[in-house]
């Protein structure tokens, strides 16, 4: 229920158009139908999963990714300025060693949907991002 309505609440803007959308790299088999069946047992109303091979084949289509695997961030996402990066660690801000290479760090998923700053910061993010590009066309 908390992030479904956490979902609908990132759809709310009015000037902006935001699709959600979840990925999970390297499934296969089994575990694919896992993840529908999880997905569908927490009721979530994402209208877009995908099962990519390799994030290079998915990197264009996120402007936020959350996510808790230190190597999706080691190998695809550092440095990358053109995606807000939010990583979920248990660890300490010093055990982390991704800590520059993000946007954000959260102790939990619950923690992430109950930010009450994190959803205009994302918003201020895709904007500034969008006049920048907007600027390199002029």
């Known amino acids: 229920m908390l992030m479904n309505n956490w979902l609908s609440e990132l ?6 158009e935001v699709e ?11 575990t694919i139908q896992s993840t529908y069946f999880f997905l569908s047992r927490i009721g979530t109303r994402v209208r877009k999963i ?5 994030f290079e084949d998915i990197k ?8 808790g695997n230190n190597k999706l961030i080691n190998e695809y996402l550092k440095g990358n300025k053109n ?3 939010i990583l979920i660690s248990n660890k300490t801000t010093k055990e982390n ?5 993000v946007n954000a760090i959260y102790d939990s998923l619950e923690t992430v ?11 201020k993010f895709v904007n500034d991002k969008k006049d920048l590009k907007d600027g390199e066309t002029d």
């Open 50 to 54: 995908v099962f990519p091979k390799k």
């Open 60 to 67: 264009n289509d996120y402007d936020v990714v959350i996510t």
């Open 97 to 101: 060693e991704n800590e520059e290479s």
């Open 83 to 85: 995606i807000y990066t």
């Open 113 to 123: 949907i109950k930010d009450e700053t994190l959803l205009d910061n994302l918003h």
């Open 20 to 30: 959600i959308s979840f990925f999970s790299l390297n499934e296969d088999s089994l």
């Open 11 to 16: 759809t709310n803007y009015e000037d902006d």
